[in-house]
C-alpha cells in the first residue's frame, strides 16, 4: 500500500509517500481501507518533531480518518467489511489502510461523506468536550472564541450555538469573520485591531465574555483575559501562535475568572465515561443533521503536502482534509 512515512523529523515538503506493507490484524483490531484523512495542527508539529510527545520513527502521520472496513479480527463483531466508518487513532491516517481498536471506530452514519467523516472527530470532541464538561456553558451565556475560523474554532462556534450559547467570534480578516458568521457566530471582531477590547465589553454590555474558548494563545489570551466576565471560565485548547503566555495570578483573582485546561489526548483515559457521553451526543447531533460538521479544502494524496502547507497558513479555513484514492 502506499503510505506518507516520516523516516526523520522534517519540514513536511522534505516527507515523501512510499510503497509500505498493508498493516496485519490483530486481536480486537479492524483494517480500514481509508477514503479521507484530515491534517490538523497536531500533525504539523508531530512530522517535525516539535509536539510535546515525539512518535517514534518511522511513522505516518494523521490521526482522523473515514473509510470502509477492509477486515475485522475473528474477535470483534459488528464491522463487517465494506461498512462505512471514522475514527480517530495515534497515527496513521496519510495512507491506503490502517488498523485500529474496534473500539475507537464508530459506523458513519447515513449521508455522511468521507471527507466530512475525516474532519470531525478530535475538533468536535474538543469543543464540546470543553464548553459542555469543563467550562459549564449554559444557554443565554456569552462564548468568545479565539481563532474562530479555524478547525476547532469553527467547531466550537457551532457547539456553542447548539449549546444556547451567544457567540462572539474573534478572528484576523474580513473573511475569516464572515466564515464563522455563516456558520452560526452571532457577531464578530477583528482582534488585529487596536481597541478590540472596548468593541467587546461594548457586544457584551460592559460585562464581558463568559466563556472564552482559546487556541491561539500568546498575547492575545492575556488580553482576552483581562475582559473575562465576573466567575468567566478561560478555556486552554492550544497555542497556534506559537506562543505559550505567562498569566499573572492576581488577574484571576481580580476577575473572579478561572483557567481550564483541555487536553484531548488525556480524556480517554482519565474521564472514559465523559469522553463516552461527548461522543454519543455528537453522533446524535451528526444523525440527525443537527451538526454538519464543517470542511476546508480537500486535496487529492499526491498533494498532501499542500494539505499542511494550507493548514499552516493564517488564512486557512476549517479543517483540512486528503482525499485517499
Not at 32 to 37: H, L, M
Not at 68 to 88: Q, Y
Not at 304 to 313: D, L, V
Request: glycine letters at 12%; charged letters at 20%; proline letters at 5%.
Amino acid at each position: 500500500m502506499r503510505a506518507v512515512v516520516v523516516e526523520n523529523y522534517d519540514r513536511i515538503e522534505n516527507i515523501a509517500i512510499k510503497d509500505v506493507a498493508k498493516p496485519d490484524i490483530s486481536a480486537g483490531m479492524v483494517r480500514v481501507r481509508i477514503q479521507a484523512a484530515a491534517v490538523g495542527f497536531v500533525d504539523g508539529l508531530k512530522v517535525q518533531g516539535l509536539y510535546q510527545t515525539k512518535d517514534p520513527l518511522p511513522f505516518t502521520p494523521g490521526s482522523e480518518f473515514a473509510g470502509v472496513v477492509d477486515e475485522a479480527a475473528s474477535d470483534v463483531s459488528g464491522f463487517a467489511p465494506g461498512t462505512p466508518v471514522l475514527g480517530m487513532v495515534r497515527n496513521g491516517g496519510l495512507a491506503q489502510y490502517v488498523c485500529a481498536p474496534a473500539a475507537d471506530l464508530f459506523a458513519t452514519p447515513d449521508g455522511i461523506a468521507p471527507e466530512v467523516g475525516a474532519s470531525f472527530f478530535a475538533n468536535y470532541l474538543t469543543a464540546l468536550y470543553a464548553l459542555s464538561a469543563r467550562a459549564k456553558l449554559r444557554s443565554g451565556e456569552t462564548l468568545l472564541v479565539l481563532g474562530a475560523a479555524g478547525g476547532v474554532g469553527i467547531a466550537a462556534v457551532q457547539v456553542g450555538k447548539l449549546l444556547g450559547a451567544r457567540v462572539i467570534a474573534a478572528a484576523s480578516t474580513e473573511e475569516k469573520r464572515q466564515f464563522a458568521t455563516k456558520f452560526g457566530a452571532d457577531s464578530s471582531l477583528d482582534y488585529t485591531r487596536e481597541g478590540w477590547r472596548d468593541e467587546l465589553k461594548e457586544l457584551t454590555g460592559g460585562e464581558g465574555a463568559d466563556v472564552i474558548f482559546d487556541p491561539v494563545g500568546g498575547e492575545l489570551s492575556l488580553q482576552a483575559f483581562r475582559s473575562i466576565a465576573w466567575n468567566g471560565r478561560h478555556l486552554v485548547v492550544g497555542f497556534a501562535s506559537g506562543t505559550i503566555p505567562a498569566l499573572k495570578f492576581n488577574l484571576p483573582l481580580l476577575k473572579g475568572g478561572a483557567l481550564l485546561g483541555v487536553d484531548l489526548a488525556q480524556i480517554g483515559r482519565r474521564e472514559p465515561e465523559v469522553r463516552a457521553e461527548v461522543i454519543a451526543q455528537l453522533f446524535t447531533w451528526l444523525s440527525e443533521k443537527t451538526l454538519v460538521p464543517v470542511v476546508g479544502r480537500v486535496f487529492p494524496f499526491e498533494r498532501f503536502h499542500e494539505a499542511f502547507a494550507a493548514m499552516a497558513t493564517r488564512s486557512a479555513l476549517g479543517k483540512m482534509v486528503v482525499r485517499i484514492d
